[in-house]
């Protein structure tokens, strides 16, 4: 294929994360904080002060044993770093929405071709139900980019008809593992 024509692949594939993540953008301060997310606020130290690892780890183990510390881990990072407002903490799950968006492009492409990639992303980025996830402080958008990235290393390693590259059996290892502790 010619270099315009991938050229042209690429500038679609990029205006379409650009949509969504104008989509998403849109919504990060359009609500005002719910219960849930405050339960994620105060897990990560943002509603207290800043928490330790460990305090996170004991917060979500007291309060909310059903889910996992690793989103709570990095909304606190995020918060220590940058701070606490809801606008700068919903950037945490727009960057894993619009991420999720590419994973999903991937996939399509190495399963159907460019047009199945295409237009997953298209009708993954620009769906409301999943935008409306973009500005929720909750894991949501999270734990769904990680099950993309072990979708997508699973389809490699049983595809592959030579020995599968160690970064493959990683990759899947990492975001098993990452998935369930989101």
Known sequence: KSNEYRA???ALGVAVLLASYVLGVQGLNADVIWFDELTSIGHAGGLTGA???LDVIASVSQISPKHAPLFFET???WGRVLGWHQVILRVVPLFFGVI??????????DIGGWRVGFWSAVV?????FWV???HEIRMYSMQIMFIMMMIWHYYFLGQSNRASRWYHWFGLTFS????LYT
């Open 132 to 134: 409306e996830y973009y």
């Open 124 to 128: 993954m980025g620009l769906n409301v």
């Open 100 to 109: 999720t968006v590419a994973w999903v492009c991937r996939i399509g492409k």
């Open 51 to 53: 928490f330790t690892p």
């Open 75 to 77: 909304l606190a990072i």
């Open 176 to 179: 098993a593992t990452a998935s």
């Open 8 to 10: 042209l692949q690429l």
